[in-house]
């Protein structure tokens, strides 16, 4: 599976933006689909993935309530809405694909990853 990651930018805190994965290469639907960010210095971390029919999500408990995802299985994409966001949002955004049957959230469980997104939030 190949993935580009896309919608990243420079915002003021408060903003939104709405961050792309399209994906190439495997069916899109056999796979689980993933966001993840990491910031300089740090970890990388899990902030939220879809399953493979689109039907359940999980999101990290530092985002529930400003972000969410989506993913339309014709058009290969993922799509991770980001509102309200805050200076600690400020990071480099992965898109990664799992052959996982259910949702996952380690990074181990995700074979294949995008290029990442750069987001960076202004006080």
């Known amino acids: 599976v190949q993935l580009q990651a896309s919608g990243g930018g420079l915002v003021q805190a408060g903003n939104s933006l709405r961050l792309s994965c399209a994906a190439s290469g495997r069916t899109f639907s056999s796979v689980v689909m993933g966001w993840f960010r990491q910031a300089p210095g740090k970890e990388r971390e899990f902030v939220a993935a879809?399953?493979?029919?689109?039907?359940?999500?999980s999101l990290a408990d530092s985002v529930k309530g400003r972000f969410t995802i989506s993913k339309d299985n014709a058009k290969n994409t993922v799509w991770m809405q980001v509102n309200s966001l805050k200076p600690e949002d400020t990071a480099v955004y992965y898109c990664?694909?799992?052959?996982?049957?259910?949702?996952?959230?380690?990074?181990?469980?995700?074979?294949?990853w995008g290029q990442g997104t750069q987001v960076t939030v202004l006080q």
């Open positions: 879809i399953s493979r029919s689109g039907g359940s999500t």
């Open positions: 990664a694909a799992s052959s996982a049957y259910v949702v996952v959230t380690s990074p181990t469980r995700y074979e294949y």
